[in-house]
């Protein structure tokens, strides 16, 4: 379920949102990174994800969120778990004022490039890094960095 972004607003001034990362390596172990346009992490390489929405199972978020953010089908029992992790920031897809708290779950998939599609929509740009060349970018957010170090 989508809020409207006053109740939105409210949420993540008062709760952790809970989201899912995508760690998305190619079969040479290179990683997918987007450069964000919005906040959080505006203007930082970072891994694509989102939230998972009230009432929506881990599941169906994992797959929503692979279709959603790389035009990719596959379901979570292809992925490899990679552990929780929290993501402080302090601002918000609000602005400055109000500052986000995620609890993360990152999970690993392989795939082809061929088989991805791309949206703009968070990320004016994509790339694959070396894994050794992110740990050093300072323009990857430490965030992102955490899953790989």
Partial sequence: MFLDNKIFETVIDSTPLISIDLVV?????????????????????FVPGGRIQKNE???????RLCQHELGLTC?????????????????????????THYVVLGYEII???????????????????DVKTLLTQDDVH??????FA
């Avoid at 199972?57 to 797959?63: I, L, P, R, V, W």
């Avoid at 795939?111 to 890094?129: A, G, I, M, R």
């Avoid at 430490?142 to 899953?147: F, T």
């Fill in 25 to 45: 390596k190619n079969p040479q172990g290179q990683a997918l990174l987007g450069f964000r346009t919005n906040r959080p992490a505006q203007d930082y390489w």
């Fill in 57 to 63: 199972s881990m599941k169906h978020a994992f797959t």
């Fill in 111 to 129: 795939v082809d490039e061929s088989q991805l599609s791309l949206p703009t929509e968070q990320h004016s740009q994509y790339q694959w890094f």
């Fill in 142 to 147: 430490q965030h992102s960095k955490w899953y």
């Fill in 75 to 99: 379901s979570i029992e292809q992925a490899t778990f990679l552990g929780s992790y929290e993501h402080f920031y302090n601002d918000s897809v609000f602005g400055e004022h109000v500052s």
